[in-house]
């Protein structure tokens, strides 16, 4: 990559010049390396997308029953079940249709033109026809082409924080580093997709298409293979498992049915009946509906859902790793902490809003805006300063650098404008920022000494800086001969009699340089500061004081700015200017915490689920956020994408739980995380915003990208995107998943105790009497009415109280435990021994066969229908959560028992379903048996709290 060599050796090893590449160079390289664009992979047709909805066993023996029914005369039958495998795939469909189109949108994400010099000359070209060798210019606004090694940089700050997560503008320079330097750390590396914020530069194309790094991340994107979800592995499951029984129990009734005498294609067709019955074929449906119904609800707490199966997957989530910069923090460079006159302050307000209040040390004691130190120190920072703060929309946003942009605002908090404060204040001369110099200086002209003089003429010298030193720009300007004054520099204390001390005050009049940078540097350049209305003599004891509160405010993960002016009243040069200032303070800045996400990352892990932080950000710095998150406690380890190169899998593997918190990582470390965690076991869930996160979420079990700040590339890697960029929003997403999983449980648990009781009396009647209790067509039915409006209704079932309460579930258990097995069965032999009770006391009646196999018929239906209350929660009395709470599930009851009654009681129905009237007196029988399933279910749930208790 050229990053370890001097730009003389890029050159050289480029075959390039300061003239650029000639056309005919261009061309001959254009054929070896090829566009500068990435590659796409094959995509996925729609027909074979579409079929392949319908790949997993369960709809395979539902597409099969249909074709046994169609064949034997059951045309309505077979309709129903392929209408409801169809609406199923139908469903699935729709929601994979947009799922592989990462590659796609990284490909927008490259620029489209590309400023270059070839044969000597600056021409626009297409990006995608750049060549390693190219000599490209950049600009403030530029979106980088390829990847470059630069050769010469003026001030030049590049916005990473789609590639490596860094939050802030990265300062280049054209400095050579070593050859073990890491990639996120080359800063005389410029890459592909990243934005130019400040400055120019030139820069030579090292690699392009899918060389570059974010060749690498569509490499990533295209190889990496998403694990299916709980959820489809247990329904794959439970549909063979449903499949195997199916057919032990079709063969033996229909063996059984032979040797008791019946007809064999009587007993074909009963046997098909009886498959039927022992598949759910409404379970696609429902779950896809229960799904969708859970996605909506999603929508509602700020969580959209890409993949339906992935709902599920949320509420076995244990581990979520998350990206630190917007997720976990406001993304809003905020100043927190200032020094000013020997007293430590902090600042109230987060964000770009410019309202906020100064307090002292305690956080109890207010400071006036008024106070001459405070403002001087707010001044001189919003004054040397290129950032903007504006209201859009009504909201605040900033232009510029996002450090600049807290000062800015933080003196907006004083009430120091800055749109007014230039017009107050103009800048007559500048030194611009340089990764040499770690400081800016502007020359401003005061109230004063606009109104009272002409303002101070300023002449430049011609510049004679060498081109590959950003510092030189300072130089350029610093053979300025300005026409100015500067006080005398002594040591001793003056009282400035120049200083106006007024509310406007904002230091000496005339000609001011105010200047910021690193604490350091500032203070080497000062022989005073300013305390207590004087500027004292900056002596060896103050100037370390200083420095410890900057190690302080350092050990607070805090950005630390400080801050002088001097005034000038005679003539100097400008490179003279930055020498003899005047201390002012301090200010310390951070992205600080979202307050939601403290709450939220409690909830997690009273939830057992474990936070971890992944970010690009410096070590010293994601510790203290995430340690004020709560996420980083005693006992916890932090490593940097560079210590975790040095450790083999297998240690890292053994220690990965033992880590919450990465820095200055990059997308195969992340990559590398998930991967290990996922390796032990965990149930991963990644949340991320930039494209450096895509391959991240794609791997991980859940991938969950940012809807505001997000990439498009995130989104379409993940599974799920936070509407409202709130880390708080997972906990509503993970509650609303564990429900939704819990519901889909609940009604396959009331299916299989229905189905269960259907052939447990089917097979007792063969065996005992010879006699068929139902026939074919009422056993469809059954399943027709039973199987469709009640799992629905289960599947909006609220969220019972306590979930979060409750560890995340073991993906292993499957989708039904031996918990709910124990339960279904005995439910599904009561509801058999309620049948049997009826045919006995219906044959000791002498009732005839459409009579007895009427009562059973409505008994089933009905004991069914009670089944149903059973199943809102497998922990929780019905009567607990409320019998009417559930107002869905009330209107298919209703709507159940209505269809059953016409099914009774209408003539040309009666004839179809061989059914005959019931007298008052047989519903006396029925109903009071029926209800207890309700009952029995009732008293366990009773027993069990009792146990647990």
Not at 176 to 203: C, F, H, Q, S, W
Not at 472 to 493: V, Y
Not at 539 to 549: A, F, M, N, S, V
Not at 582 to 596: A, S, Y
Request: proline share 4%.
């Amino acid at each position: 990559m050229h990053y370890d060599q001097e730009t003389g050796s890029v050159f050289e090893a480029l075959g390039s010049s300061e003239a650029g590449l000639s056309s005919e160079e261009a061309v001959k390289r254009l054929l070896e390396f090829g566009n500068n664009e990435l590659e796409e992979e094959e995509q996925i047709s729609v027909l074979k997308l579409f079929l392949v909805q319908f790949k997993s066993i369960l709809i395979l023996i539902l597409i099969a029953a249909a074709l046994v029914s169609a064949v034997l005369g059951e045309l309505v039958d077979a309709v129903v079940i392929m209408f409801t495998v169809f609406l199923a795939g139908v469903l699935g469909f729709f929601q994979e249709y947009r799922a592989e189109k990462a590659i796609e949108l990284l490909k927008s994400l490259t620029a489209p033109e590309a400023l270059v010099i070839r044969d000597g000359h600056d021409q626009k070209i297409p990006s995608r026809d750049l060549v390693p060798g190219d000599l490209i210019l950049l600009q403030a606004g530029d979106r980088i082409p390829a990847d470059a090694r630069l050769v010469e940089a003026f001030n030049l700050r590049v916005d990473e924080a789609s590639l490596t997560g860094e939050s802030l503008p990265v300062l280049k320079n054209t400095g050579t580093l070593p050859l073990e330097t890491p990639e996120v750390d080359r800063i005389n590396m410029v890459y592909t997709g990243t934005a130019v914020t400040y400055g120019r530069g030139k820069a030579l194309v090292t690699a392009t298409g899918m060389s570059t790094a974010f060749g690498s991340l569509a490499k990533l994107l295209g190889t990496i293979e998403r694990s299916r979800t709980p959820l489809q592995e247990s329904l794959d499951r439970f549909g063979r498992w449903i499949g195997a029984a199916t057919l032990v129990v079709v063969a033996f009734v229909a063996v059984l049915g032979i040797l008791s005498g019946f007809p064999l294609f009587d007993m074909f067709l009963w046997g098909v009946a009886l498959a039927v019955a022992a598949i759910p074929e409404a379970l696609p449906a429902v779950v896809a509906v229960g799904l969708g119904l859970g996605v909506r609800r999603m929508v509602k707490r700020h969580a959209l859902i890409r993949k339906l199966p992935s709902v599920e997957t949320l509420g076995a989530t244990n581990v979520i790793c998350s990206d630190k910069t917007g997720t976990l923090t406001q993304n809003k460079m905020t100043v927190e902490r200032i020094y000013v006159n020997g007293k430590k302050l902090g600042v109230t307000g987060s964000g770009y809003e410019p309202t906020g209040d100064f307090f002292g040390g305690d956080g109890s004691v207010p400071v006036s805006g008024d106070d001459p130190h405070l403002r001087r120190l707010l001044l001189a920072g919003a004054l040397c300063n290129d950032a903007g703060l504006v209201k859009n929309e009504g909201s605040w946003e900033i232009k510029g650098d996002p450090t600049e942009a807290a000062l800015v605002v933080a003196a907006a908090k004083a009430g120091f404008l800055k749109d007014e404060l230039e017009q107050k204040y103009p800048r007559v001369e500048e030194i611009p920022f340089s990764s040499e110099s770690k400081r800016m200086t502007t020359l401003n002209l005061t109230p004063t000494s606009i109104s009272n003089s002409t303002p101070t003429s300023i002449s430049n010298s011609t510049p004679n800086s060498t081109p590959n030193s950003a510092s030189n720009s300072a130089s350029n300007s610093a053979s300025t001969s300005t026409s100015t004054s500067t006080s005398t520099s002594d040591s001793t204390e003056t009282t400035s009699s120049s200083f106006d001390s007024s509310p406007e005050a904002g230091g000496p009049d005339g000609l001011v340089a105010y200047s910021k940078g690193a604490p350091e540097v500032i203070l080497d350049s000062c022989t005073k500061a300013f305390f207590e209305g004087l500027e004292r003599p900056l002596t060896p004891e103050l100037r370390q004081g200083i420095l410890d509160i900057v190690g302080d405010m350092g050990d607070q993960a805090l950005r630390v700015i400080a801050v002088a002016y001097r005034g000038l009243e005679e003539e100097i040069l400008l490179e003279d200017v930055e020498h003899e200032m005047v201390f002012v303070g301090l200010m310390g800045m951070r992205d600080p915490p979202r307050e939601e996400a403290k709450a939220a990352i409690r909830t997690c892990a009273s939830a057992g689920i474990k936070t971890i932080m992944i970010t690009g950000d410096h070590k010293v710095t994601a510790s203290a956020v995430a340690r004020e998150l709560g996420i980083f406690s005693k006992g916890d380890l932090a490593l940097t994408g560079t210590e975790l190169d040095r450790i083999e899998d297998s240690e890292f593997e053994a220690m990965v739980e033992q880590v919450s918190v990465y820095a200055r990582v990059y997308p195969t470390h992340k990559l590398r995380v998930v991967e290990a965690f996922k390796k032990k076991g965990y149930v991963v869930a990644m949340t991320g915003d930039g494209v450096n996160d895509a391959p991240a979420l794609k791997a991980a079990d859940m991938g969950i990208a940012m809807g505001i700040t997000g990439t498009d590339v995130s989104k379409e890697a993940a599974s799920m995107i936070l509407t409202d960029d709130n880390f708080a929003s997972i906990v509503a997403a993970v509650e609303e998943g564990r429900n939704i999983f819990k519901n889909i449980k609940n009604f396959i648990t009331y299916g299989l105790t229905t189905h269960l009781g259907e052939v447990l009396i089917v097979l007792a009647a063969v065996l005992g009497w010879q006699i068929l209790p139902l026939i074919a067509v009422q056993i469809l039915w059954i399943n027709l009415i039973t199987d469709g409006l009640p799992p629905m209704a289960l599947s909006v079932e609220p969220p019972d109280r306590g979930l979060m309460r409750q560890k995340p579930r073991n993906v292993e258990e499957g989708l039904i435990t031996r918990r709910e097995i124990t339960a279904g069965v005995g439910i599904g032999v009561l509801i058999a021994v309620q049948a049997l009770s009826v045919l006995i006391w219906a044959l000791e009646s002498g009732f005839s066969l459409e009579k007895l196999q009427t009562l059973v018929f409505t008994l089933l239906v009905l004991s069914e229908m009670f089944n149903a209350f059973n199943w809102r929660s497998d922990r929780y009395s019905v009567f607990a959560l409320g019998l009417f709470t559930n107002k869905p599930l009330i209107y298919a009851i209703g709507i159940t028992l209505i269809l059953q009654l016409l099914v009774i009681y209408t003539p040309f129905l009666q004839t179809a379903f061989r059914t005959v009237p019931l007298s008052l007196a047989e519903w006396g029988v029925i109903l009071p048996l029926a209800s207890t399933t309700l009952i029995a279910m009732e008293l366990m749930k009773f027993l069990r709290a009792r146990w647990y208790k």
